[in-house]
């Protein structure tokens, strides 16, 4: 952010300087004493066991205070600014200075591909524009503020992850980044420990069309059948869909399993509010892996392109894409094996996808899945695991192998089913890596599918590629 003088904060906040100078300049904004330090500005919100040594320390600074504490006084080189009210006046801040800056800004959210989609449409602005947003998938609602001042003079968009731990989350998002354009990538089952239940969690969602209000842009999963129980009909503003399978103003037809990625033919479709190039058919390419990862590309490129950017430009750009590290990510692996490495998280969507992406790559080679326990499913585990041993048994793998008292479930109910293949199911990892020695050859492709949580399981496929490695 640009350095903000003690004076303009007064303006921002309402408050009034009772101690410091008004010309003593920030560069930083906090509200959490912990990441406190010199030239930043605290919102003061605490109000007991505070720790006014760590003030101290950070000093020259700026507190933001509703209360004057006689110890905050006696801070030498520490400027207090008094307002009637901390969380007005911090709101307030935030409203002015978010309210500076007349660009498009993108809120993703999604229980999958959220990440993914936002990478590619920050890839695809940066050839031309400035552009900041969420790192990685650092998505918390402690972020948040930091994100936001990383909106500067110079920057021409933001991209930013809305991410859903409870209700109320995306709505909270919006008070910092008051989205133009809101994407939700699809809504399955998370996140059901802070949700409760499916419904929930899909209200939970759905606050993105309230996010993005009458004047901005939805991009929907067409394909997604939650999507329908969003009430979009009643939304005032600029809807545009994506999908495979349903009608969708952004469609893929056509698509095939290349080289380190996907091929598909974009058909685009024409609407009146929206001025497509005369061309309705585009030639896409995108890295990685999997009929998901197509559905993560057209998102981007609605998205993009709702920005001004041409869909051929933006194809071009796709191209270069690099794709995020365990995300369905190819290795070469013990005894000549691959491996297909997708533990960045675990969701039972998640899975389908990725037992979907076994099926499209494994090219005749024996298909081994490695499954651990699906975590934050609350009450609803038990059943949303067996739920995957039914996907499990209708896509078909040759053996499955289950980590974990949760994952167990997966495993009886795919045999239930009638999976042909073999079934393995261990309380721990113990044993695991000696079947793998045994049955892992350059014929075999093996899944590994868990939350990046799951530290046995983590290690175990590190080891796995690192044997692989060495033995090459």
Known sequence: MKPISARTICLYVNGQLIKGSDKFRINDVVYHLQKMGPNKLLFLKQKWQIDWEKIAQSVPCV?????????????????????????????????????????????????????TTKDMIMHILSFDRTVTGTKKSANSRTHHLTYLLSIEKDTDAAVFESAVGEPGDVLLASRYFKPTIGIITNIGVYHLDGCKTPEAYLLAKAEMVQAVGSKGTLIVNADDKNTKKLG??????????????????????????????????????????????????????????????????LAAIAAVHEMGIDINDAAKRLRSFKNLPAHLEISPGKGGCTIL????????????????????????????????????????????????????????????????????????????????????????????????????????????????????IMKLKTKLKLRSAKNK
């Not at 006689?70 to 009210?85: G, M, S």
């Not at 969380?87 to 990440?115: D, L």
């Not at 598909?264 to 585009?282: C, D, G, P, Q, R």
């Not at 081994?368 to 793998?397: C, P, W, Y």
């Open 63 to 115: 507190v933001v205070t509703d209360t004057v504490f006689a110890e905050l006084e006696r801070i030498e080189n520490c400027t207090i600014i008094k307002v009637e009210n901390i969380e007005h006046a911090f709101w307030g801040f935030v409203n002015i200075y978010r309210n500076q800056f007349s660009i498009p800004v993108v809120s993703v959210t999604g229980t999958n591909g959220k990440t």
């Open 341 to 456: 490495d997708d533990t960045w998280s675990s969701t039972p969507s998640s899975l389908a996808a990725a037992f979907q992406t076994l099926n499209g790559i494994s090219r005749g080679k024996i298909r081994i899945a490695l499954v651990g326990d699906i975590k934050r499913l609350g009450e609803f585990s038990k059943e949303f695991h067996r739920q995957t041993g039914e996907m499990i048994a209708d896509n078909g793998v040759d053996v499955l192998i289950t980590v974990g008292s949760k994952a167990a479930e997966i495993a009886k109910q795919a045999k239930r089913k009638g999976l042909k293949g073999k079934v393995y199911t261990f309380p721990t990892i113990h044993g695991v890596e000696e079947l793998l020695t045994r049955i892992l050859d350059k014929n075999s492709i093996l899944l590994v599918k868990s939350s990046s949580t799951n530290d046995e």
């Open 232 to 297: 979009l009909k009643r939304f005032k503003g600029v809807v545009h869909t994506f999908g495979v399978t349903n009608r969708a103003d952004f469609r893929a037809a056509n698509i095939t399993y290349g080289n380190k990625g996907m091929h598909f033919e974009l058909k685009v479709k024409k609407k009146k509010m929206f001025s497509f190039n005369a061309k309705k058919k585009y030639s896409v390419f995108v890295p990685g892996y999997g009929h998901h990862q197509v559905l993560n590309a």
